[in-house]
């Protein structure tokens, strides 16, 4: 009778869906009851940020160690100018192909083995990211170039399975407080990588020149100018094995999680009296692209727009440069540093964003056409890039405040507030057993405009 119901129900297709109904259709489907819905649960918010956390401290930990790279790179012209895009386009490449391909298998998915196989993954990554810190010192600037893009590719279909197994996961649990805890945890992601990289890089004194020339010449090329900033490798050897401590800190959390809610879902079921014990996976309907799409199209526009212009920011990152004479500059303002720093502003700033979508005033989940306008208009961020200090030629503002504070704090903001706000309210817009589906789609379309971005990067001037 339940069921003859829902269908004489009428259809709104992009209509946020009230409390009510959603509770209606978990009573309707007693094995798809949720242990969270019976109560917020500070564990597992934690346990949700650690898994943003997780999540994009790869990607982040890539952008943060440009100098280091820039010095393993800095025999080869060719490397040194163009590894950044090439990150940035192997990583949301493969992210968004791994993305596609697990959007499309909703029927039977594990979402719990997704995150521990990324995890694990991340893992071993990280631990060969170290090691080469170490050993394999004589390598070739190409030799690098191929292992670390190697690394990118790992990692990010890594993402690609942590960005598909947890947003679906929360999705299922219907408390928008945990999806934003994932939000969060994915802004500390870019705050923690730079300061770590900072200190990291004040507290170990650089090598002699003369090392450095040595390891740098071995393509027969000339380095390209400006000279890229001295890092010692024991900065990058002790922020790399953060990274993997990370990766094994957020694992057992996980582990710790399936099991608590596991144990959970077997009490509520006890307690209910419920006797239906069809599997989940063999109860989940594949929800098709196309309908998802119907019901979320504002959302999905903004995010992706949202996403696709902010993958500028890390190439101008990479260039802009101090605009205090060399002499002049204290350590913090040196390239090694200043670079790591702009990154913690922007990332700062996107921080900030997305604990803004907690505020009940600021939201703007129900009115997505507005998103998708806010969105569009961060195009003037790439435009302020050019008014700063590219590769030290001078700025047309002669202010760091101005390149830190009103360029990188700002962009990361609308970044954070615009994106979370998205991906929170995705589940306000489409039916209760819709919702993984859906947390899966918006993070595809998220994945979608990233890529796009970073293969507009290569267009980049400066």
Same mark, same amino acid.
């Given at each position: ?10 259809e709104q297709p992009y209509e946020p869906l009230c409390d009510d109904t959603a509770d209606s259709n978990d009573h309707d489907h007693p094995s798809l009851v949720k242990p969270s819905k019976a109560a917020f649960s500070y564990i597992n918010y934690t346990i949700f ?83 080469? %810190? ?58 923690? !990588? ?12 650089? !090598? ?52 608590? %809610? ?25 929800? !098709? ?45 040196? !390239? ?22 907690a505020l009940p005033s600021l939201s703007l989940v129900h009115r997505p056409k507005l998103l998708l306008l806010l969105a569009a208009s961060r195009i003037i961020f790439p435009g302020l890039y050019y008014l700063c200090n590219i590769r030290g030629r001078g700025a047309v503002v002669d202010s760091d405040f101005f390149y830190l504070v009103v360029v990188q704090l700002l962009f990361g903001l609308t970044n954070g507030y ?13 039916? %209760? ?30």
């Open positions: 009778m339940d069921r003859l119901r829902k269908l004489w129900q009428p940020l650690l898994l943003g956390i997780s999540m994009l401290w790869a990607w982040n930990m890539f952008l943060a160690a440009g100098p280091y790279f820039q010095m393993r790179f800095r025999g080869n012209a060719w490397i040194f100018e163009n590894f950044q895009a090439a990150e940035i386009s192997v990583s949301t490449a493969t992210n968004l192909l791994s993305v596609l391909v697990l959007a499309r298998l909703q029927a039977n998915a594990s979402y719990p083995k997704r995150i521990v196989s990324s995890l694990v993954i991340n893992m071993v990554v990280f631990l060969l990211l170290s090691l080469f %810190t170490k050993a394999f010192l004589d390598i070739s600037a190409r030799g690098y170039f191929g292992f670390l893009m190697i690394a990118i590719f790992s990692a990010s279909l890594a993402t690609g399975l942590c960005q598909n197994g947890v947003f679906a996961y929360v999705s299922g649990f219907g408390e928008p407080r945990y999806t934003q805890g994932i939000m969060t945890g994915q802004a500390v992601a870019g705050v923690l !990588p730079c300061i770590a990289q900072i200190v990291s890089v004040l507290s170990v004194s650089s !090598p002699d020149n003369r090392q450095l020339h040595d390891a740098s010449s071995l393509d027969n090329k000339s380095p390209p100018s400006p000279a890229p900033p001295e890092v010692h490798p024991n900065s990058a050897f002790s922020y790399f094995l953060t990274a993997t401590i990370i990766s094994v800190i957020t694992l057992l959390a996980f582990l710790y999680f399936v099991a608590r %809610t596991g144990r959970q879902s077997q009490v509520l079921q006890n307690v209910s009296n419920l006797e239906d014990t069809t599997d989940e996976a063999e109860m989940r309907k594949e929800v !098709p692209l196309l309908v998802l799409l119907s019901k979320l199209r504002w959302l999905a526009s903004a995010v992706f727009l949202t996403f696709a212009i902010t993958m500028v920011f890390p190439v101008f990152t990479q260039r802009i440069v101090s605009v205090r004479s060399p002499s002049q500059q204290p350590a913090i303002l040196q !390239p090694a540093s200043f670079i790591p720093l702009a990154f913690l502003f922007w990332n700062s700033g996107d921080l900030v964003g997305r604990l803004l979508t615009l994106g979370s706000t998205c991906m929170i309210g995705a589940g306000e817009w489409v039916a %209760t057993e819709e919702r993984e589906a859906a947390g899966g789609f918006m993070g595809l379309c998220l994945v979608a405009g990233l890529t796009a971005g970073s293969l507009a990067s290569f267009l980049v001037g400066g």
